[in-house]
Structures are given as C-alpha cells and as structure tokens.
T-cell receptor
Framework: GIQVEQSPPDLILQEGANSTLRCNFSDSVNNLQWFHQNPWGQLINLFYIPSGTKQNVRLSATTVATERYSLLYISSSQTTDSGVYFCAVGYNFNKFYFGSGTKLNVKP | DAGVIQSPRHEVTEMGQEVTLRCKPISGHNSLFWYRQTMMRGLELLIYFNNNVPIDDSGMPEDRFSAKMPNASFSTLKIQPSEPRDSAVYFC???????????FGQGTRLTVV
C-alpha cells in the first residue's frame, strides 16, 4: 500500500502561534483528507483536498499531488486546536491509508 | 443529518465471547468502511463496501472477524471469538460515492479482558 509520512510527530505551540504540518506520500493518489482527532477521540473532517488549496477560517491546506505532499497550515492557534492531526490518502477510490499523525499541544 | 452512528460506544467483554459492532451510515452514502485504531498500528482499514457489496476485505486480520452490510442503512462487524489483542477503537465511516469525502462515526471502544 501507499506509505504516508507525517511530520513533525509532536508539536507544542504557545497559543496564538502559527504552524505547518506536512504529509508526504509514496505514490500517486486521487483522494486526500485531513482530520483532527480531538481529545475525546472523535475524527473531525478538516479538508477534502486531493489537489489545490482550500481555506477555512484559521486553517488552510495545500496539496501538490504531482510532488506527493500536502500541507496543513494552522494560524493563530487556540487551545481547542490540540489533538492529533491525520492525513489520509487513497487511490483506487476510497481505500484510505492514514499517516501516523501529528500530535499538537497548544498551551495557553 | 445525524452523521454516522455507531453502537455501542463502549464494550467490555470477556475473552472468547462474541462481539458485534453496529454502524448506520449517513443516508444516501453508498460507500462504507470499517477501521480499527490502536496505539501500535494506528488507523487501519479493515474492510470497505460499495453499494452493500464488500469490495476489499484484505485488512481483516483473521477469520475471527467478519462484516456484513445487509442493506444500505446498516452494517455489522463481528468478532468471534474475541481475544484481548482485539482491544481497540473501531470506527465506521461512510462517503457519498467512490473517491469522495469520508465521514467517521464516534467509534466503539472495545476492551476484551
């Protein structure tokens, strides 16, 4: 299957700081999603972004499929942003492979 | 829409017992997935269905695991007999069509003692 690498594995931010999370994948994909797993374990959809750039309030994501990476940018971080951020990629439609995640801790 | 609904939210069972996890996908979605999350292995795809038909079950760990989707609004994942190493959070997800955005349920935390 596709190998998905996320970096950094752990990240500590002071509230208000900005950061970029990276997702590299080993093969061509036609499907990519970013999720936030909150401290209660719920997987929340952030972006469905097989290519291009999208923005949602303080979050934005960019996928460059030809270069096999995606970036998630968090601006003006808040304590509620804490949790684990997952990138999931797929080919052959809907067979998602998850990365190991970036664990984010935003301190007040 | 209520989203993907899983039951039970928590399950504690003894080794050797049968466990059945349930999932109701979002209405109108025709793809359904079962995932398992553990600390050691992260999120793994177990099986996925398209239009109620199992498409890929290569992630099912062994014959003790089985999944069914008798209709478009219901799926089950069964473990028989259960073992302590099956302890994990099991997620169900659905998507409107192949290659589109998937939405996850809140998961079932299974503990086998």
């Amino acid at each position: 299957g596709i190998q998905v690498e996320q970096s950094p594995p752990d990240l500590i931010l002071q509230e208000g700081a900005n950061s970029t999370l990276r997702c590299n994948f080993s093969d061509s994909v036609n499907n990519l999603q970013w999720f936030h797993q909150n401290p209660w374990g719920q997987l929340i959809n952030l972006f469905y972004i097989p290519s291009g750039t999208k923005q949602n309030v303080r979050l934005s994501a960019t996928t460059v499929a030809t270069e096999r990476y995606s970036l998630l940018y968090i601006s003006s971080s808040q304590t509620t942003d804490s949790g684990v951020y997952f990138c999931a990629v797929g080919y052959n439609f809907n067979k998602f492979y998850f990365g190991s995640g970036t664990k984010l801790n935003v301190k007040p | 829409d209520a989203g993907v609904i899983q039951s039970p939210r928590h399950e504690v069972t003894e080794m050797g017992q049968e466990v059945t996890l349930r999932c109701k996908p979002i209405s109108g979605h025709n793809s359904l997935f079962w995932y398992r999350q553990t600390m050691m292995r992260g999120l793994e795809l177990l099986i996925y269905f398209n239009n109620n038909v199992p498409i890929d079950d290569s992630g099912m760990p062994e014959d003790r695991f089985s999944a069914k989707m008798p209709n478009a609004s219901f799926s089950t994942l069964k473990i028989q007999p259960s073992e302590p190493r099956d302890s994990a959070v099991y997620f169900c997800a659905s998507s409107p069509d192949r290659g589109t955005e998937a939405f996850f349920g809140q998961g079932t935390r299974l503990t086998v003692v």
